[in-house]
């Protein structure tokens, strides 16, 4: 999900949002004027929104149901189809159709991003309603290419654990 810098766990962002957003609009005041930057806000972060609430929010509480039932498993992440499917929704079409928002590039927030998150979205919903309906469990691959599944922290940036 996408969220404020500073509720970020891993790396909490030690800074107010709305700070920092203000600093930026006073940048866009060089040449614009406050009504057009509020919408221009307004409008990103209803994108945002759409994001969490449309498609990652109900894509999580399926994934999840899978993994109580037993039909996904959870020892590694990025092993089976849906993990991937999942991360994608995030981090591929997901995060084109934010930042394609934020950077002004409808082609991007629209037909690289929303576009491609509901057919994302969908493939996530059928695959989990068989899996389901079936009680298959979810194949597991039994290779990632190059993935060592080392989730260790590195040293360098969280010190030591
Ligand atoms: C140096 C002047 C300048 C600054 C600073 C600037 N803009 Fe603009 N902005 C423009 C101009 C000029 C256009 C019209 C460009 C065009 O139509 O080709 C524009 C266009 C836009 C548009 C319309 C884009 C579209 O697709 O129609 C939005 C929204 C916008 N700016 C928001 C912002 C925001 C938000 C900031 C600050 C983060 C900002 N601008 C900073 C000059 C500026």
Known sequence: MTIRPADFKPFPAGNDWQVERDKMKNVCRACHSDGWINDFYEGFDKAVQEYNDVYFKPAKAKIDELYDKGLLDKTKYFDEHLELQFYELWHHEGRRARMGTMMMAPDYAWWHGFYECK????????????LIKTGEKA????????ATGDTTKPEKIFGKQ
Do not use: Q, T
């Open 119 to 130: 057919a994302r979205y969908n493939v996530i919903m059928e695959e989990a309603e068989h």
């Open 139 to 146: 194949y597991i691959y039994p290779n990632y290419p190059n």
